[in-house]
């Protein structure tokens, strides 16, 4: 089975300033994807980044940019300059590749930046 | 990018009615997905709604509790019959665009209280 966690349930930071949300997952499988997603208080699930379990080089977007360890199954998600709009709850996600339909969920990490 | 409309937003509805919850996207889809995200936690999967054919359920979620529709590769419903306080969540309509690109998409949710 596969599982996701997400060890911290709220976290805040400065603005402009950087803040490091972490993830780790378990599964047997060695083909995944994982994602980070972010849902402000509309509600609106917005994709943030993917990485690809194949790709050893980290995923970037813009601001946001992961740390992908493999071997220790850890996905870590770092703001870089956060702003306001930044403040939502963030979801890590792990998929199978082209295996079936199930996307897996950690519980959420709420975070809040700081004026 | 392409928009996926859901609706109603939210609604309040009485111990024991049902409510129809709609997922327009506005260009066909690879898969169709209906999510329930209860009140502080995460996303749980109900079903996948298939094109022109009953849904397919995850464990725990029944067709007589939530009925899917699909008529085609643009538009589904989600109905919660026979509500009770505890179906209170927000419920989110999900798409793949796109099978060999694994980035599941969300709409805007539609947060349900039952009294």
């Known amino acids: 089975a596969q599982t996701v966690t997400q060890s911290q349930p709220e976290m805040s930071v400065q603005e402009a300033e950087t803040v490091t949300l972490s993830c780790t997952y378990d599964t047997s499988e060695n083909n995944y994807y994982l994602f980070w997603y972010k849902q402000p208080p509309s509600r609106q699930m917005i994709l943030v980044i993917r990485?690809?379990?194949?790709?050893?080089q980290n995923a970037t977007e813009n601001r946001f940019s992961v740390n992908f360890q493999k071997a220790a199954k850890s996905f870590s998600l770092k703001i870089s300059d956060s702003q306001l709009g930044d403040t939502a709850m963030y979801f890590c996600?792990?998929?199978?590749?082209?295996?079936?339909?199930?996307?897996?969920f950690g519980t959420g990490t709420s975070l809040t930046v700081i004026p | 990018s392409a928009v996926i409309s859901q609706k109603p937003s939210r609604d309040i509805c009485q111990r024991g009615t049902s409510l129809t919850i709609q997922c327009q996207v506005d260009s066909q889809v690879t898969m169709m997905f209906w999510y329930r995200q209860q009140p502080g936690q995460s996303l749980t999967l109900i079903a996948t709604?298939?094109?022109?054919?009953?849904?397919?359920?995850e464990s725990g979620f029944v067709i007589d509790k939530f009925p899917i529709s699909r008529p085609n590769l643009t538009f589904s419903t989600l109905t919660v019959s026979n509500m009770s306080p505890e179906d209170s969540s927000i419920y989110l309509c999900?798409?793949?665009?796109?099978?060999?690109?694994?980035?599941?998409?969300f709409g805007s949710g539609t947060q349900l209280s039952v009294l």
């Open positions: 709604a298939n094109q022109g054919s009953e849904a397919t359920y």
């Open positions: 996600a792990f998929k199978l590749t082209n295996t079936g339909n199930q996307f897996y």
């Open positions: 999900s798409v793949v665009f796109d099978s060999f690109n694994e980035k599941l998409f």
């Open positions: 990485q690809e379990a194949y790709k050893q």
